[in-house]
């Protein structure tokens, strides 16, 4: 397969597509006796070679446990992990690693902000606003908040194309607002919000804003400083490292003043039977033993990411979702849900007629991985009226190859289930 | 591995094109809804009953083919089955789709042995059962929703 000329600008000519899927031994697989065709990068990302190897030499050769040993091992782990840090910070532009809290993954991030933030800041006839294309885990830690404090929750529409009404975003952001929380990046639709606009009204009005970049972190490049948010939220695993570590960035004024949200070793600073005292940041936040060979493998993540280069990746994934835009929607009967002018990543449609399920299993059969069903964004599905959608989910790996191949899939779609 | 083709029957596509016994029943002796959220199935199963004995079936709802098509099929089949005998259908059709069941009964299950295909599928099988549970509901505690969750 000779490397694709994508787009005559030259600006894809620094990705190499077939040197970088060398990179991701599982791309070389078959499936149902088909090459893998994989497309549900919003899900989780492939794993590169580096960081695989990346976990096996730590454990193989580095493992021990980090913050409390004297001996070399414990030392050398202790550097690595606190060395992933900082590199989070670069990642992230954060002015401080102490900024940088490792996670389980957003999932939990959010839910730190929520119990440690939310559950301090919120009163009753207090507001938090959302968006109606969140994931399920910026929803949930909300309603969960809410409930604790006497708070409500609010959340900003979506149009019929899949942007947020940014007229009713204005309306309902009031002096009641006491924490906007939104997705970069909608796994269910792909939209890219407006998320540097959105925070500058919010922060306008003295109200912070925690932004989850679980689907933004894979394909953008980052800069909490120019985004000037207060929280900002992702996951390892999307970012084609290892599940199990997540990041989450938070202003350290904010910090400063939140109460730890679990309790254990590690995040003290002196503990008596009558009371404890915590410790400075990040650790206030890391209580017991972290995910730290995961934390190494983020690093590596990366290393690898940053190497293969965020506008190159954004440039090559961009035409690649054009293409896959244009054929699939030529395709009978489908409709695309989602349609926003600015998009990463997702192609999200329904066919008439064909459940998402019966979609999903024709294309597995043809060695194609697509996620079919809710995508943990019931809201979005009630919005467009749809019970579920099948989603392709691109990454730098993929190919205008692979695209070929949905389309034809989605065509055998169309003959199994004619009527 | 699976074969497609095994798990798309011709009987399947043609109960998902035209399902039997789509409508809701208005004087119901038992209903129940069947919700399976992992892919946001969701169907309603009516029964009038005669005594101990399933008078009609009825059912509608959303859900891709294989849900469709085993809910058509199974309104057809409890059709004049008493309690027992549905439950023991439900048995034999669940031992079916998960590959538990023996060649030799599969002749008992008449048009409903369609759904072997379902056990190469393991995903699949919660969408082949929906309506079962449903009914099942529908016999035992009317008006429950019950989700294969």
């Not at chain 1, 730590?58 to 900082?86: C, D, K, M, P, W």
């Not at chain 1, 940041?281 to 017991?288: I, N």
């Amino acid at each position: 397969m000779a490397a694709p000329s994508l787009s005559p600008s030259g600006l894809t000519a620094q990705l190499d597509v077939n040197r970088v899927r060398a990179d991701f031994p599982i791309l070389a697989r078959r499936v149902r006796g088909k090459p893998l065709v994989y497309l549900d990068n919003a899900a989780t990302g492939q794993k590169p070679r580096a960081v695989i190897d990346a976990i096996t030499r730590f454990y193989s050769a580095e493992n021990a446990n980090i913050h409390r040993g004297v001996h070399h091992l414990s030392e050398q782990a202790t550097v690595a992990y606190e060395a992933v840090r900082e590199k989070v910070a670069r990642f992230l532009h954060a002015p401080s690693s102490r900024e940088i809290i490792f996670t389980s993954g957003t999932t939990e991030a959010i839910n730190l902000v929520a119990q440690s933030y939310g559950r301090t800041a919120l009163r009753p006839g207090d507001e938090v606003l959302i968006t109606g294309m969140e994931h399920h885990s910026n929803i949930v830690p909300w309603q969960l908040a809410c409930e604790a404090t006497g708070a409500t929750l609010k959340a900003v529409p979506v149009t019929d194309g899949g942007e947020l009404d940014l007229e009713a975003f204005e309306r309902l952001l009031t002096e009641r607002t006491r924490l906007l929380a939104l997705g970069h990046v909608s796994n269910a639709l792909g939209t890219i919000n407006p998320v540097r606009l959105m925070a500058a009204r919010a922060r306008a009005l003295g109200v912070p804003v925690l932004v989850d970049g679980a689907q933004a972190a894979p394909h953008l490049g980052l800069d909490v400083q120019a985004l000037d948010c207060d929280f900002y939220a992702f996951s390892g695993h999307k970012l084609f490292g290892p599940t199990g570590v997540g990041v989450l960035y938070g202003r350290e004024a904010l910090l400063e003043r939140m109460p730890p949200w679990k309790g254990g070793g590690d995040m003290i600073a002196s503990v008596t039977l009558a009371r404890s005292t915590w410790a400075p940041l990040p650790a206030k936040f890391e209580a017991g033993t972290p995910m730290i060979a995961q934390v190494i493998g983020l690093g590596a993540a990366i290393d690898y990411v940053e190497a293969v280069g965020l506008p190159a990746i954004a440039a090559w994934e961009h035409e690649l979702l054009r293409t896959a835009t244009e054929q699939v929607s030529e395709v009978e009967g489908v409709r695309l849900i989602g349609t926003a002018r600015e998009k990463a990543s997702v192609l999200s449609f329904v066919m008439d007629g064909v459940h998402p399920h019966d979609v999903g299993a024709v294309l597995d059969d043809e060695g194609v991985a697509i996620r079919a069903g809710h995508h943990c964004a019931q809201p979005v599905m009630a919005r467009f009226g749809v019970p579920a959608t099948v989603r392709a989910s691109f990454a730098f790996y993929n190919t205008p190859d692979e695209v070929d191949v949905l389309v034809r899939g989605l065509r055998r779609v169309r003959k199994v289930f004619a009527a | 591995m699976g074969s497609l083709d095994e798990l798309y029957q011709n009987v399947i596509l043609e109960h998902n094109r035209s399902p039997r016994n789509y409508r809701p029943m208005e004087d119901a002796d038992g209903k129940a809804e069947g919700d399976n959220p992992l892919c946001g199935d969701r169907l309603t199963v009516w029964i009038r009953m005669d005594g101990d004995v399933i008078r009609e079936a009825t059912f509608q709802g959303s859900g891709c083919a294989i849900s469709r098509a085993s809910a058509s099929l199974m309104t057809a089949a409890v059709k004049g089955k008493s309690r027992a005998e549905a439950a023991a259908l439900f048995e034999r059709f669940h031992r079916l789709v998960t590959g538990r069941l023996d060649p030799g009964e599969s002749d008992a299950l008449g048009k409903l042995a369609v759904f072997s295909g379902v056990s190469q599928f393991p995903i699949r099988v919660k969408c082949a059962s929906l309506s079962w549970h449903a009914l099942k509901a529908a016999l035992e505690t009317p008006g429950e929703t019950v989700s294969t969750d």
